[in-house]
């Protein structure tokens, strides 16, 4: 009977709607910092032809892999998607950034060696050596409010609750039960550490500077926001009822 594969390493997943301008410039950068990852491109059905793209890349090199999506369903929902790809293909991590380069991949090392003492590796704003540049005052006010609001009612400790740049132990992932995940969208960030923390996962942050994007749109808006919140004190009720988390 031959011997079980070893577990795959790493997944990165990039979530993409409309991206396709930056994604061919993305992935080369990817590969120049983490050469042994492997990325998944979770497409939304982006009208600009961003899924397609992807497809050209992943027939090009093996080591990118697409997954299409009926339309735009919520940046939480495509990380779910991302994590049970992970899960089904027995990785070790999985990483999840952002497509536009506000995530940029010189930090990929540091999240992934910060894996050797932790569960959850993020990417920080908000610790010494983080930044983030070119926001308003008001982007800046709401994203810190945001953080303390999530560290009061969730009991999280970590300084930057709100980023996507994380990376993840797939095994700790699979003792959630995912299904019960309730956002859709941003708060997803929160509702997801709540959970990591809740089964006894080690975060962990390092420090990143955050470039506000330079090409394609944000997706950003007033609705995702008042969302977080609501999402985030219901999480607080559900913390002190003690509803579980778990499979």
């Known amino acids: 009977m031959p011997a079980p594969s070893p577990p795959r390493r790493l997944l990165i997943t990039v979530c993409t709607y409309n991206e396709r301008e930056n994604l061919s410039l993305l992935i080369p950068e ?17 009208p600009d032809g961003t899924g397609q793209l992807a497809e050209e890349i992943a027939a090009q090199d093996s080591r990118v892999q697409v997954q299409h999506r009926t339309g735009k369903l919520g940046l939480g929902t495509a990380i779910l998607a991302g994590f049970r790809f992970a899960m089904d293909a027995d990785y070790e991590f ?15 090392p540091a999240l992934v060696a910060l894996m050797d003492r932790c569960d959850v590796a993020i990417g920080s704003r908000y610790v010494p050596g983080g930044a983030a540049v070119g926001w308003p005052l008001t982007r800046r006010l709401m994203s810190r409010s945001i953080n303390l609001y999530a ?18 132990r797939v095994s700790k992932l699979k003792e959630l039960d995912l299904n019960l995940v309730r956002a859709r969208g941003y708060a997803f960030q929160e509702e997801i550490l709540y959970r990591c923390l809740r089964v006894g996962c080690r975060l962990e942050e390092t420090p990143i500077v955050f470039e506000d994007r330079q090409r394609g749109t944000s997706k950003v808006s007033y609705y995702e926001i008042i969302t977080a919140l609501w999402v985030i004190f219901v999480l607080s009720i559900d913390n002190l009822r003690g509803v579980a988390v778990r499979r």
Do not use: K, Q, W
Not at 94 to 108: E, G, I, K, Q, T
């Open 94 to 108: 999985v990483l999840n950034m952002d497509a536009d380069f506000s995530h940029h991949p010189r930090y990929l």
């Open 30 to 46: 990817i590969f120049a910092f983490l050469p042994d990852g492997e990325v998944l491109v979770i497409d939304d059905n982006s």
């Open 151 to 168: 560290r009061c009612l969730l009991g999280l400790r970590t300084h930057d609750n709100s980023g996507a740049y994380r990376c993840y």
